[in-house]
């Protein structure tokens, strides 16, 4: 449980307002809310605020219309790069910017994992950096180092996606502009409030029943705060559909996972509001947003990256893997940055009256579920969370069988340890059920071996 700190809550705020701490005092205190777990502000110093404001206004300038080729600020932007970042030397320090772009090797995920110290550029204050690991990947996480003001920039990029549909986000602390829907075994659960926009409140809930003092309060605190929209992924919307949430937003903004259609036409037809898919990664920040007109696609969203569409040989094509060049993160400048998804770009103005170019995911990352012994539906997230606090893990594949059974196998740097194959068994049995029969394979990278072991008393 979360107290109403008055100085954690200010100093996780700097631009904090006595008006902005009353209005969330109110929401936190609400007797219907959840069980607060954490305490977070947006870190937003008046330079932040200024550098996100022109941002802004920069987003809603320069909406011209892209081509295949990077502009001159990109090339810019790059060069600039060159010298304060010895990953940038490397690449470039044989390359005419201008003449041999596409000659550039592409920056992997690889590449953010083992050398992101050669990425990082030189002479930077490292004092404000915050490190948000990527979760419900397979592999291993990528600790992706980021700048409140980078962060803060994902206010007007949000709220420009909403306006294209139709929905305006009123800026001040009487209004809650956002809740984040979740629907996972643990995460953290907070209230905040955003300087960026003028003090309106933010939440995060999740919707396990555990995480409320009766489960009819999160309906009811949905009513009472009247969030402008819900965002979340599709996963944890299905599940609010599904449980028979009766709050209907202005709209619902969906992140991490593709959206299937007959989900979102089921979607729109339950919570009777326009829904925003919005393609995002940790390491990118957003990417796109979905066409009002034709939700098949997604319009380029930002004004500072550049977007290229490549084949395995690194060629430009039509349909291949979506690579990003720029960003305003400071402490994570991508060149040419295979992203690891694929699909195919289309230039020219939109009927929507979108002048940038628009893309299609044709292999998103689509939404895997599984169930624990009681066939309730476990969130992949909460999987991925396990084995990312295990320092030993290098990648993992999760398998329930049809006799709904699982099987995990991991590859990793040592040979797995009695206390540490016990410590495996209860997170997992404490996620998937007592009973749950459970196979774990190792595959050890240093000699090739797979190590069967059994966690289930019945597997002798």
Known sequence: MIFLDREKYFSSTPLMKEEWFQSLSKLIGSKYAPNWNNITGDRITEEDYLFVKEYENELHLNRQSHSGEPGPKTIEWIRKHKFNSSYFYEKLKDVSLKEN????????????????????????????????????TTGKPILAPNHPRAIGCYVPLIEYSLNQHGIKVPHNPNTTSGIQLCHQNETIVYATTHSLAEGALFAKINLKEKEWKNISDI??????????????DPYSFESAMKMGIRFKPKALHSTALELEDNLRTELMRYFQCPIVNFYSLNETGPIAYSCPIDPDWMHILPHDIHIEILNE??????????????GRNPFLPLLRYKTGDWGKIKYGKCLCGEPSPKIQLLKGRKPIFFTD??????NPVDISRILRKQTNVLRHQFIQTK??????????YLHPQESWVNELQDLFRKLLGENAEILFSFDLPNDGNKIPVFLNEKQT
């Open 219 to 232: 309906d009811d605190f949905l009513f009472e705060s009247n969030p402008v929209f819900l965002s979340g």
């Open 313 to 326: 040989e690194g060629e430009s094509v039509d349909f291949g893997e979506i690579v990003i060049t720029g």
């Open 403 to 412: 006799n709904d059974s699982y099987q995990i196998n991991l590859s990793t």
């Open 101 to 136: 772009f596409s000659e550039i090797q592409p920056m992997t995920r690889e590449d953010l994992q083992n050398r992101i110290t050669e990425i990082l550029p030189a002479n930077t204050d490292f004092s404000r950096m915050v490190v948000n690991p990527t979760s419900g």
């Open 373 to 378: 012994t009681e066939n309730k539906r476990i």
